[in-house]
């Protein structure tokens, strides 16, 4: 990630790593359960907006923590860390599990959130249209689920996956189970999202096989000020497959 500048922040002895690019009204984006798909689409948005990308404790680079073991952990976490970034007000995106906890932490912060954006966001209770369980799914079934047009997401996986790649894996796969085996949804958040007033703009892939797209309608009911986008011809990575999404993003956010 050349074209980004790393940093890293000492929050609460958790080393955490964040990747910032360009200028300007700051925009934080949350990833979501992995970190396969990388940075880069975010780029684009670099040339109106200060770009900051922190991996998640237990992420990418991030130093990891048994201690962090619910959301609300990850919550105070970036309550910390916006501190140190002396971030007042800014632009949040989070992308599924990132797009829920873009939306936890609005619920209780929604103060310091201009606007907020939501890529397939996880964990919305919808018995009808459950969230695939990820946990259940072997490395390379979940990989290709990601998508609908695997070519825009080979350029980001090693042609023969080393032990790092498969220990990196393995390492996020753990932190997710922590926060999520006994809790796969957050059974409380449907009755706080009326908090979330700033305005806000989801967008789904139509064929996500992993967040379901029908899962959008739940959101749409809840918030109070909200536009929702399907995408055609798109899966969960609908941000990769589409850069048409991050533009519209951008337009939304800068507008």
């Known amino acids: 990630m050349s074209q980004f500048s790393k940093e890293s922040y000492d929050i609460n ?50 130093a990891d923590d048994p201690s962090v073991d619910e959301m609300h952990d990850y919550v105070m976490h970036y309550l910390e860390l916006f501190d140190a970034l002396e971030l007042k007000t800014f632009n949040l995106v989070g992308l599924s599990l990132g797009g829920y906890l873009a939306a936890k932490f609005g619920v209780e912060h929604g103060h310091r959130i201009r606007k907020l954006g939501m890529i397939a966001p ?58 999520q085996w006994e809790h796969p949804n957050d059974l409380k958040l ?11 703009m989801i967008v789904w892939g139509e064929e996500d096989r992993i967040v379901p797209v029908a899962q959008a309608e739940a959101w749409k009911k809840a918030l109070p000020d909200v536009t929702v986008t399907i995408v055609p011809d798109a899966g969960h990575l609908v941000h990769l497959e589409k850069p048409e999404v991050v533009t519209a993003l951008g337009e939304f956010l800068g507008a």
Request: hydrophobic fraction near 45%; glycine fraction near 8%.
């Open 13 to 62: 002895g958790i080393e955490t790593v964040v990747y910032t690019a360009g200028s300007g009204e700051p925009l934080v984006f949350f990833h979501g359960a992995g970190t396969v798909d990388g940075f880069d689409f975010a780029l684009p948005l670099a040339e109106t907006f200060r770009v900051i990308l922190p991996y998640h404790p237990g992420f990418g680079e991030s």
């Open 122 to 179: 996880a964990l919305m209770v919808d018995p009808e249209h459950p969230l695939t369980d990820i946990l259940a799914m072997d490395g390379q079934e979940l990989i290709a689920a990601l998508v609908k047009n695997f070519d825009v997401l080979a350029p980001h996986l090693p042609e023969s996956p080393g032990i790092d790649f498969i220990a990196d894996r393995y390492r996020e796969t753990t932190s997710l189970a922590r926060i």
């Open 190 to 200: 449907p009755r706080y999202l009326h908090r979330l007033t700033m305005p806000t």
